[in-house]
């Protein structure tokens, strides 16, 4: 699933070769890809590609919106015949013939180039919306890890009634958004906290070492475009990320620990993979 360093990356992406675009047509392969009234949208231009959370937004010049949620396997990819920009989960769709078999919708510019939403499972989805409702829908999500509204005060406080461990915690969207599992796992490494730990254990002193942990594996991966789990893929141009290339503890059991050269080892929480060492991580 593309976690939050990967939706940055693809609005980065988006805002260089999508913004000042005019919609002229949307096919929709898959209805329940999509929702909305296509007419409000089309022959406007596109002024803004950003996110919250893990919702991509496209702006438009008539306060529309598109709302994008990739969920575990969705893709966005622009094409102006010579290149591809996007991202997303990664397939062969990145690197073969476009329309494929997994696209859903097909958005189509005056200029003839065209961005596909693709999603082989069709978790994910593409809603219009209007500035008011997108303002709602945002308002009730919480903040990004990245917010200047979190910080260890606020983590520590929200930990004190939670006696779930420390990793569910804090991949709660309830608490923050935007911590993944990949980075679950390598912020609690680097933090030497185990997350097997109850959250309301956690001292003042543990909560800021864990939130500057977040805040530094966030940052790297949203430097380095993300992880793109699939090697066949890691270095297509434009598409793939590379913070892979520095995971700490993700998918490497039996492998020595970066801060105390002992074995990871991996169980699981909350029926997620979980990576850590048992020696240096209490």
Known sequence: MPEL????????QLNKVIVGKTLQSIEVLKEKSWSGDQKRVLNHKITQVNRKAKILRIHFDNKENFLIH???SGQLIFTDGDKRVGGGHPTADWIQKLPSKHTRIIFTFTDKTVLYFNDQRIFGWVRLTSDEEVEKL???????IIDPVVNSEYLFEKAQSRNVPIK???MDNQIISGVGNIYANDALNLARISPLRKASSLTKKEMTELYKAMLIVIELGIKLGGATSDEKYV??????????DKIRVYQKTGEPCPNCGEKIIKTKIGGRGTFYCSNCQK
């Open 70 to 72: 990739l969920k575990m």
């Open 5 to 12: 360093p990967e939706v940055e990356t693809i609005a980065t």
């Open 235 to 244: 270095h297509v141009t434009g598409m793939s990320g590379h913070y892979q």
């Open 168 to 170: 569910l915690f804090i």
């Open 138 to 144: 945002f308002g009730e999500l919480s903040p990004d």
